[in-house]
């Protein structure tokens, strides 16, 4: 598990490895918030390599979604699978975030 | 009930993962069962022990989480009891509502009680039973149907 941050042009991309669970959302957490400090103003988190969030992960993205809005910024989610799909639509997360199939996608229009 | 598994779990949220892949793991379930094992007990799992030991044991190193799990023809049982006082769950508000989509917290007990088909909680509240039924009419090795 752990986490890969690129910088596309202006927005901070997050790659995240492996599941986004209690034991390692603080540390995605921190990750965001230490670049929007700096500035960061747009982000993308990618799930293509995230096969399970649970509802702690759910929890730190809606915190930092509010975060950066607050700042004036956006945050968008990119590359879910069919099950975590599941997981943003029963909680309607869906209806929270802008969900792009892929991380160009995501990236296109920021 | 009847008990295939008993694991008895620190409280260390980085024990859980492993602990639900082992219980999965053991799981006879046919190919049919595979998605619903795959997510909607693995999340139910997930999130009880996750619940047992951020809420009920306090986060409290001290105290364990008991896990039995039963493999039985029509169903999967896992019964989850953490070391706390209890809570009521009824207490804890639908996070789907506009007024509580945007908060943190709230998500888990809600998403045991989506997928899975039965969430029972004790009387005092430290002790949950979730059932994942199982359509595919059985349990057999290899993938084989009843």
Redesign the interface.
Known sequence: MGFRVLQNGEVTLVEVEG?L???NRQELKQQVLDRLERGDRKFVIDFANTG?I???G???L??L??KIREQGGELRLSSLNE?LR??FE????D??FRIADTKEKALEGF | MNRDLVLELPTDVRTIEHAVEYVIGRCPCCAEEARRLDLNFRVGLTEALSNAMLYGNSRDPSKRVLVEIAFLDECIQARVTDQGDGFDPASVPDPTTPENLTKPCGRGLFLMRKLLDEVKYNAQGNQVTLVLKLDSGGMLEGGVQA
């Open positions: 599941q669970i209690v034991g399970y649970d509802s702690s759910l929890g730190v809606v915190s979604s509010k099950d599941t997981l029963l909680t309607k997360l209806t929270l």
